[in-house]
Nanobody, 119 residues
Framework: QVQLVESGGGLVQPGGSLRLSCAAS????????MGWYRQAPGKQRELVAA??????NYADSVKGRFTISRDNAPNTMYLQMNSLKPEDTAVYYC??????????????WGQGTQVTVSS
């Protein structure tokens, strides 16, 4: 079993910064992809940033403002968010595509962390 624990959300003024963290634990044998998604009220969940096979992709709306990164030991991913805008307000979820020592590859999700950008 894999558990993802997120932290770092909160209330910030427009133009401010936040750093989200997502710590993965469990019997992980291989990690294939890591990513951050967000879901605003009344909207579908959307991909914000993803890291897979050494390649990074960002949603057009966050390019140049957000940066995804990871530490291998421990298995933690980060989302540095700068120049935040009110439209960035959403619940942010981390997602891990990984295989464990006892099962095949699956997607695992964090519990979500609220990011609110408001003056």
């Amino acid at each position: 079993q894999v558990q993802l624990v997120e932290s770092g959300g909160g209330l910030v003024q427009p133009g401010g910064s936040l750093r989200l963290s997502c710590a993965a634990s469990g019997s992980i044998s291989s990690i294939y992809a890591m990513g951050w998604y967000r879901q605003a009220p009344g909207k579908q969940r959307e991909l914000v940033a993803a890291l897979a096979s050494g390649r990074i992709n960002y949603a057009d709306s966050v390019k140049g403002r957000f940066t995804i990164s990871r530490d291998n030991a421990p298995n933690t991913m980060y989302l540095q968010m700068n120049s935040l805008k009110p439209e960035d307000t959403a619940v942010y979820y981390c997602c891990l595509t990984a295989a464990t020592r006892t099962s095949g590859t699956s997607n695992y999700w964090g519990q979500g962390t609220q990011v609110t950008v408001s003056s």
